[in-house]
């Protein structure tokens, strides 16, 4: 191996950039186990992973108008709050392969301290859900999704 593809290695670790993750939400009901689909599709190396993981946050936002010293409304702002966070591991150490494409169901449960979806008028609650891969240097992974509605599985009609 090359000093240039020695360096190319380790700028492909520090980047994150072994794979390119995505994560869709297919049945996102409180209450009820959720359905997400992840898909990891390898680049150009293999690599090994200690863990696949998924982030979900809950996250509540209120917009706030403070009056200014002659009672007048000021601008807007918005604070935001993470309520809830959780981590869900669902795949152990594993060797990725050069150019290989994977798919992986997960169903959990939400733990406590979940709050419902809301979209009134200056409040704000919605979650947002991110997969990951646990690689030594930066993990590749999703952005995070926001999960802004309750979403149903869809069926196709045969």
């Not at 390898?42 to 979900?56: D, K, Q």
């Not at 918005?78 to 798919?103: G, I, P």
Request: aromatic share 10%; with cysteine.
């Amino acid at each position: 191996m090359s000093l240039v593809d020695s360096i190319r290695k380790l700028a492909i670790r520090l980047t994150g950039t072994q794979a390119r993750v995505c994560v869709i939400p297919r049945h996102f009901v409180l209450n009820e186990p959720l359905d997400v689909l992840v898909t990891v599709e390898v680049h150009e190396e293999e690599f090994e992973i200690r863990s696949a993981y998924l982030l979900i946050r809950g996250v509540s936002e209120s917009t706030i108008i403070d009056a200014d010293k002659d009672g007048q409304p000021g601008t807007p702002r918005v604070e935001r709050e993470e309520f809830f966070q959780q981590k869900v591991d669902f795949l152990d150490y594993k060797l990725f392969k050069a150019r290989e494409k994977h798919s992986y169901k997960v169903k959990f449960e939400l733990d406590d301290g979940i709050r419902e979806f809301s979209n009134e008028a200056g409040n704000k609650v919605y979650y947002e859900i991110l997969a990951g891969l646990d690689v030594f240097g930066n993990d590749p992974g999703s952005s995070w999704i926001l999960v802004s509605q309750e979403i149903k599985q869809q069926r196709r009609l045969r």
